[in-house]
């Protein structure tokens, strides 16, 4: 596997489901990230991860719910969601130099395509 | 405040021709980056280039060339002789070195290219 990979790439759940998204980046960064792609809206940056350490919250909801094991790896956590967030989870990933003081281009995975009905 | 904007919401054309995808931005930070991605139907983003705010030189990478001016606060990105491949989403971005982890895209341009 190379580059960043997300599973799984569609996902339907109901308002009161509890489900996981998955990122793992093979480029070996250090930085990752969670991004949310909806219609008609700019890419909005969610959480940024930094030597597994959280970084940035973007004031993201609750029911969103980050984790970052290693570096390779970045979860997100799904529960009691609402149909508005219905949108494309984009995961990303890049080098950190210095804690933050410069990081490197983001590369992105495909995506995570959830529909919440 | 920091701004990107991609003003062609939909551009069509047909293969071999020409097209200019514009970018324009707004920073106060004089140390910026600049981005091109693209994002084919499939979802994920592609990085296609990055452009520090030092380094006005224009840059050409096959049938891709990007124009960046900052006098006018522009980052053009032109395709030559397009291709039914390069019908997707392009999306313009901007950070600042006092921000290095926030992206801040455009809206994006969806560009068609028919056969």
């Known amino acids: 596997e190379t580059g960043v990979t997300q599973t799984p790439r569609h996902l339907v759940m109901g308002m009161t489901n509890k489900k996981s998204l998955k990122c793992e980046q093979h480029?070996?960064?250090?930085?990752m990230y969670w991004y949310k792609q909806s219609a008609k809206k700019p890419l909005e940056l969610m959480f940024v991860?930094?030597?597994?350490?959280?970084?940035e919250n973007n004031s993201v909801p609750s029911r969103f719910s980050p984790e970052c094991p290693n570096s390779s790896h970045l979860f997100l956590h799904l529960h009691t969601l609402q149909p508005e967030d219905s949108a494309l989870y984009l995961c990303?990933?890049?080098?950190?130099?210095?804690?933050?003081?410069?990081?490197?281009?983001?590369?992105f995975g495909p995506g995570t395509r959830l529909l919440v009905l | 405040a920091q701004k990107v904007t991609q003003a062609q919401t939909e551009i069509s054309v047909v293969e071999k021709e020409d097209v200019t995808l514009d970018c324009v931005y707004e920073?106060?930070?004089?140390?910026?980056?600049l981005f091109w991605y693209k994002q084919p139907p499939s979802g994920e983003l592609v990085f296609l280039i990055r452009?520090?705010?030092?380094?006005?030189q224009n840059e050409i990478s096959g049938r891709y060339s990007w124009n960046f001016q900052k006098s006018t606060s522009s980052f053009n990105f032109t395709i030559t002789a397009s291709q039914v491949v390069d019908s997707a989403v392009y999306f313009c971005?901007?950070?600042?070195?006092?921000?290095?982890?926030?992206?801040?895209f455009g809206t994006g341009t969806r560009l068609q290219v028919f056969p």
């Open positions: 480029l070996g960064h250090n930085a």
């Open positions: 920073t106060r930070d004089t140390t910026y980056y």
């Open positions: 990303a990933s890049s080098q950190d130099w210095d804690r933050g003081v410069f990081r490197e281009t983001q590369y």
């Open positions: 991860y930094s030597l597994e350490e959280r970084v």
């Open positions: 971005a901007l950070s600042e070195a006092e921000n290095t982890d926030k992206l801040i």
């Open positions: 452009r520090n705010s030092f380094d006005e």
